[in-house]
């Protein structure tokens, strides 16, 4: 079956009991058994739950992986993930990253012992030479957050498999309808829910999806230890934004097409980073390694606070909040607001200033989006 045909069906069969054709909530925190460890393959939900199972199902199908694993958001994801690693263990990771992934490495993390090297993933020879020390895991996001570079992948898991190095990628940017990192030989891959998958701005969620059956058995252990699993009901939630995954991002992309076509040509714009327009330096990467480009746009505004103030208070289309993938079309200064608990002077030396601003363009009409730009860039 076909990529969009697939939305609607795997891990989806109609329910065998009454013939629904969604999967059921099962809003039920514990299951009956016949005797004591006798029961029909449920026995309480943090451990495992039917609708939970039908969307982990589904996100292995979609990822090519062999196992999916559900939790309440996606840093509950990141974290559990993190608890396979123990004391002493080093990360290498891409620069440009979510805030929150940055503080929980580095606000959290290191304390236990975690080290964790940034280097900039486009320069293969940089990885190369942080993977001449001992590594446990290599991280990355691809398109990042916000700058929305694009990593090469491949490259990157041959330098890891040489240094027998696991490799996980967030792919919550592009979800398994643009990219399918494990078909490009990574380990473990990375949703946060919260955005494109369910893509109705309306639940919090992550995901895990891997490759290996070792990874499988630890890390779905590990989900059942720690307890970060997200609640039947937004696991229904997810299954149902997935049914449109495929034409959302069609259309996500083409917003976020006609917005940074606009942004490009501006006088009033410093740069543009969206790896769908031909100036882009990883556009031939993201046309070779992607499906399509995604519906988030970066943009440097000149001027400084004041500007980019003005800019927001002057959109009418574009809602400024947190978060990003949504259908309705977001606005978010990374600076003061996603990525704030990273330090200043450290947020600038690889990019992310005070001018700049991340758009999530939605599913809106994109004349619309591209018309709140400019009207915006006037006002500046």
């Keep these: 079956m076909r990529f969009d045909t697939r939305l609607i069906h795997e891990g989806q ?3 065998p009991l009454t013939g629904a054709v969604n999967v059921p909530i099962y809003l039920s925190s514990t299951f009956r058994q016949s005797a004591p460890d006798v029961h029909q393959g449920y026995v309480y939900s943090r451990s495992g739950n039917p ?19 559900a939790f309440s958001s996606g840093l509950g994801a990141l974290a559990t993930l993190l608890e396979a690693y123990p004391s002493g263990s080093r990360i290498v990771s891409e620069v440009d990253l979510y805030g929150g ?28 030479a942080a993977l001449r020390e001992k590594t446990d895991l290599v991280y990355l996001e691809t398109p990042t957050n916000p700058l929305l570079r694009i990593v090469d992948i491949s490259a990157v898991v041959r330098l890891a498999r040489a240094a027998h190095v696991p490799v996980a990628v967030d792919n919550t940017f592009a979800t398994p309808a643009l990219q399918r990192p494990l078909e490009l030989g990574a380990d473990i891959v990375l949703h946060s829910m919260t955005k494109y998958l369910g893509g109705h701005s309306d639940i919090v969620g992550g995901a895990l999806v891997v490759r290996g ?15 970060a699993v ?13 049914h449109t995954l495929g034409v959302r991002m069609r259309a996500h992309g083409a917003s976020a097409a006609a917005v940074a076509e606009v942004l490009e040509r501006h006088r009033k714009v410093r740069a543009v980073h969206y790896p ?37 208070s002057h959109l009418k289309v574009f809602t400024l909040a947190e ?33 700049l601003v991340r758009l999530s363009c939605g599913i809106e009409d994109p004349a619309d989006l591209a018309d709140d730009v ?4 006037g006002a500046v």
Excluded at 54 to 59: C, D, H, N
Excluded at 213 to 227: C, I, M, R
Excluded at 230 to 241: A, N, Q, Y
């Design 51 to 69: 609708t939970r199972a039908a969307l982990e199902k589904t996100l292995a199908a979609l990822e090519g992986g062999r196992a999916g694993l």
């Design 230 to 242: 997200p609640s039947p009901f937004d696991c229904f939630l997810v299954l149902r934004g997935i």
């Design 276 to 312: 769908g327009l031909s100036s882009h330096p990883e556009h031939a990467l993201a046309r070779r390694q992607m499906d399509g480009y995604g519906g988030i746009v970066s943009v440097e505004i000149p001027g400084g606070t004041s500007a980019v103030l003005r800019f927001l």
């Design 101 to 128: 992934t940055w503080r929980l490495f580095e606000h959290h993390r290191r304390q236990f012992g975690l080290r964790v090297e940034y280097v900039d993933m486009r320069r293969l020879d940089r990885v190369r």
């Design 13 to 15: 069969s109609p329910d």
């Design 323 to 355: 978060s990003l993938g949504g259908v309705e079309s977001l606005v978010d200064h990374p600076a003061t607001m996603t990525h704030a608990s990273v330090p200043r002077a450290e947020r600038e030396a690889h990019g992310v200033t005070e001018g």
């Design 374 to 377: 400019r009207s915006a860039l």
């Design 213 to 227: 059956a070792k990874d499988a058995e630890q890390l779905a252990w590990l989900q059942n230890a720690v307890g």
